[in-house]
């Protein structure tokens, strides 16, 4: 596809279940980044991954939640034992890769909206 | 800490107004400065962006922003609005070397535009 996408667009779960959201990034970027975005508020960084490397965990706000990513391609953020707080929009960005300054525009997704009751 | 910060959380503008929203960012490295939009039901979407040389960078629909760095500043404008600019608007700062970009976002300003 011509954009990032994301799945689903919204989710409703109930307090304690788990749940995965998906993202594909445009084909060709080898970075991809997971935020968070709860209402009112800006956004807060996840986790990132930049090819084979070790991804960057540094965001994740706790053991409940995870992320894979299978090779260049779909990521999944996995949320354990789902609390009220974890509420909010679950964006996915990508960007080509290097350092130069043309490949450091990230293209988000629509983002998953996740209510937990 | 790092941080960026956005002075104006919500702005209401009438159409043909002009329009200046800050960023600041506390950070005394080289970066790289950025602002995306959110228009409504749509994704985040970048406006402009500056990485080097002169510091008033264009970017879509008018937009422009002045790399102030002795001020550690990154402010937005556009000499007239239109309701269609109605949007939240994000500052962010890339700091770090190498491919481990992350950014840094500001919390957003909500700009409404009257018609």
């Known amino acids: 596809g011509a954009g990032v996408s994301q799945s689903p667009s919204n989710k409703v779960t109930e307090k304690g279940k788990d749940v995965e959201l998906r993202c594909d990034p445009i084909?060709?970027?080898?970075?991809l980044y997971w935020y968070r975005q709860r209402l009112g508020q800006g956004l807060e960084f996840l986790i990132y991954?930049?090819?084979?490397?070790?991804?960057?965990k540094s965001g994740l706000p706790s053991d409940r939640f995870s992320a894979e990513r299978t090779g260049e391609s779909v990521s999944t953020l996995t949320i354990q034992r789902t609390q009220q707080e974890d509420s909010a929009v679950y964006l996915c960005?990508?960007?080509?890769?290097?350092?130069?300054?043309?490949?450091?525009?990230?293209?988000f997704g629509p983002g998953t909206r996740l209510t937990v009751l | 800490a790092q941080s960026v910060s956005q002075h104006n959380h919500h702005v209401i503008l009438s159409e043909a107004a002009s329009l200046e929203l800050g960023c600041n960012y506390s950070y005394g490295g080289t970066v790289n400065l950025f602002w995306y939009v959110q228009y409504p039901g749509q994704h985040l979407q970048l406006l402009l962006k500056y990485f080097s040389g002169d510091p008033l960078v264009k970017g879509i629909k008018g937009f422009e922003a002045e790399f102030i760095k002795s001020k550690f500043s990154f402010n937005l404008r556009k000499p007239s609005v239109q309701w269609s600019d109605t949007a939240e608007y994000f500052c962010?700062?890339?700091?770090?070397?190498?491919?481990?970009?992350?950014?840094?976002w500001g919390l957003g300003t909500s700009l409404a535009v009257n018609p």
């Open positions: 991954f930049q090819g084979n490397s070790a991804p960057d």
């Open positions: 960005a990508s960007r080509l890769p290097g350092t130069s300054g043309n490949t450091d525009t990230q293209y």
């Open positions: 962010a700062v890339n700091l770090g070397a190498g491919n481990n970009r992350k950014l840094i």
């Open positions: 084909s060709g970027h080898t970075a």
